[in-house]
């Protein structure tokens, strides 16, 4: 008859009749609820972990959210999604907090979160999903240097890393997009250079306009690679926390300062010369005001002059009344 389903054939996976005849039926029972009574089909973790992977392999967290996934495995596989609800993952939660801080222990919350609302909302997979907690997370850390102390820096590390460093802190660029800077994204002519989406870390393209401070140190590199600006014996870099970083600050004296920190001083210093929030979120390629404005501390004078514009409507005197005297 028209509108009736196919002979149900699949594997039981079980030699043993009755066991076989079991599963059979709890097959044809589901089979039954999802066309007569739109009941959603069940999808496991690891489904949906494959199809994120392939959905999300253009972002630049790819191969983290992998190694984030295989550390979460022993917890999630084999689990159905209507399974996964708030008490396995405060099991996660804490487990995690356990070896880790709670901003990477959040990382890893966020993800699981990321997959069962795509599950949810995209997908069709599952009703709902289960609402959990992260954890509080202490406010972002802000290091940055003087201009006495990275010139200092400058004195002790290698030429190619001081040229980066220089770079880093001309244009505000992560670490990654600054090792990974082509010759291609570069125009000296123009002063400008810029970050593909698929390279950025906010997933958008990023604009650079590169100052003087930027473009001698660009000027210095033509001509030592064909593809990367920056190099190391004529090769890619690779890392840049390293040795010779490690011990260029312990000659130049400087504590608790790692790589990252240079797009610190790049913000500070930005602050401290005046520029507004709207322009050095841009500079910076910062995806919200907000993440700006951690570095509004540093800099109050910089509102001085605005907060001065109101004294040229007479100040305290015009704005209160006259007293009257006492014949008046």
Sequence with gaps: MRGE??????????PD?????QVHDRLAAARWEQERLGVKPRHTWEEAVLRWILETKHKATHEDDKAKLRWLDPFLAGKQLQEIDRTL?????FA???????????????????????ACDEWEWIERV?????????EGRVRSLTVSEFERLLRELPEHLADMAVFAVATGLRAANVKGLQWQYVDIALRHAWVPG???????????????????????QIGKHHAYVFTYKSQPIGQLNTKAWSAALQRAGIENFKWHDLRHTFATWHRQAGTPTHELQRLGGWKTGAMVERYAHVAPEALQGAASR??????????TPKQKGPSE
Excluded: C, W
């Design 310 to 319: 109101l004294d040229a409507f007479g100040g305290y005197a015009a704005a």
């Design 5 to 14: 389903s196919k002979p149900l054939q699949q594997s039981t996976g079980t």
């Design 89 to 93: 993952i405060d099991q996660i939660k």
């Design 198 to 220: 698929s390279q950025h870390k906010n997933g958008a393209p990023h604009s650079v306009p590169l100052n003087e401070m930027a473009l001698s140190v660009v000027r210095k």
């Design 17 to 21: 009749k009755r066991q076989a005849q």
């Design 130 to 138: 289960p609402k959990f907690k992260l954890f509080r997370e202490a």
């Design 96 to 118: 995690r907090e356990k070896i880790a801080s709670a901003g990477t222990t959040n990382r890893y919350l966020a993800l699981i979160r990321s997959i069962l609302r795509r």
